[in-house]
């Protein structure tokens, strides 16, 4: 009940039908990845984390990923790591530098708390590993 009334606040959703199950329509649709004035983004779906993408050279542009925002999610290409900003409409655009060429990349999530625990699990590990160190040489 209490999604519901979260999806009747969105603006750009229309209740179609409300009887078992709740459906809902957008006024337009866009694929996953879009780029104005682009016709079609090609992306490869890798899993739910990882999207392989073909970026078309040109100045610089918008990506927009038609996903809810979540800062855990980046592109990376060549040295670049870019992570997405908040539309409006609560999704994510990432700003694309000039290119000379088409260039592929990756849209990868990394959530926030898997780099703390990642950080804290080497921390501990490291100071075990010195403190087994100094023991055994004493």
Known sequence: DG?????ESVPWLTKIANKDLEIYKTQSH???FTIQN???VQYVRKNDANYEIILPSGE????????AYNSGWALRYNSLVIKPEK???G?????IPS???TVRGEVVFEPDSFRTIGYIVSMVSVVLIILILVF???
């Open 3 to 7: 999604y519901v009334q979260v999806l």
């Open 30 to 32: 866009n694929d996953l």
């Open 38 to 40: 682009v016709n079609k």
């Open 60 to 67: 610089n542009m918008k990506l927009l990923f038609s996903q």
């Open 87 to 89: 539309t409006e409409e």
């Open 91 to 95: 999704l994510m655009a990432l700003d």
């Open 99 to 101: 290119r000379e060429s």
């Open 136 to 138: 055994k040489i004493l």
